[in-house]
């Protein structure tokens, strides 16, 4: 595919699968960690490797952006693509949240996006004979449907959806292609401790599957990697479910 790629919330989960397929087919990476425990982890397994750079820290600093344009522009690599993967989830009564708790998961969730993608498409549009450019956003399918206890985080990914869409309008003049996809239930660090503690719960997510089963991280990621690639130059603007038939 060989594509120059930012990869954020890198560190774990779905963004660290994504950052391994993508460095595995071919793709440059510039990988934003937040947990310095996993930047030092994932700096080792990737050692002398000319296909990613590390960046510790979180995008709420906009320099970290700011570091990897010019290092982008230092290696004559330019960004062709980016996933917005960072974020936090929230789990609380719609009575019980607060403004503090609210405006924590929407600046986690949707600003620090709103901004780290604004930069990369000024960025973008300054290039000249400049390659196409794809964004794409990760969101949940709890920004789709209605869930108990979720109302703040699901405002952020429904919030999220929309920016996505707008701007797939607003930059298609510009080759900037804008994508979302919504993961159902998938394997991530929380699945374990989901499924030993809360086993009346995880029968209901089985029952509410389709396809009977919780996804894989790499079910996300590879849907991720075609959006990423020229194979996809036709889709804009769409929310893409990856989620065993849930939302169906």
């Known amino acids: ?11 774990k989960g779905i963004g660290k699968q994504i950052l391994f397929d993508c460095i595995e087919n071919d793709n440059f990476v510039y990988g934003v960690i937040r947990s310095k425990k996993d930047f030092i982890e994932i700096k080792k397994e990737f050692k002398g490797s000319k296909n990613c750079k590390l960046y510790h820290g979180d995008i709420k600093n906009i320099s970290i952006a700011e570091r990897i344009i010019k290092d982008s522009k230092k290696m004559k690599k330019k960004i062709n693509g980016l996933v917005n ?15 503090s708790k609210l405006t924590k998961i929407f600046k986690n969730n949707f600003f620090n996006h709103f901004f780290f993608t604004q930069k990369i498409i000024k960025n973008h549009k300054k290039i000249k004979n400049k390659s ?18 979720l109302s703040g985080y699901a405002s952020t990914k429904s ?21 979302i996809i919504h993961p159902g239930f998938i394997k991530t660090s929380y699945y374990k401790s989901f499924k030993k ?16 089963r919780w996804g894989e991280s790499k079910d996300v990621s590879q849907m991720v990697i075609y959006l990423l690639s020229d194979k996809s130059n036709y889709i804009t603007g769409q929310s893409i479910a990856v989620d065993g038939g849930w939302t169906a």
């Open 85 to 99: 993967n960072a974020g936090e989830r929230l789990r609380e009564n719609f009575l019980d949240t607060n403004n």
């Open 132 to 149: 196409s450019l794809s964004i794409v956003n990760i969101g949940s399918i709890v920004g789709l449907k209605g869930f108990s206890q």
């Open 1 to 11: 595919m060989k594509k120059n790629i930012i990869i954020t919330g890198a560190g």
């Open 197 to 212: 503690n809360k086993k009346r719960l995880y029968n209901w997510t089985l029952q509410k599957t389709p396809l009977g």
């Open 159 to 179: 919030a999220l959806d929309g920016l996505t869409k707008s701007l797939a309008i607003e930059f298609a003049k510009d080759n900037i292609r804008l994508n």
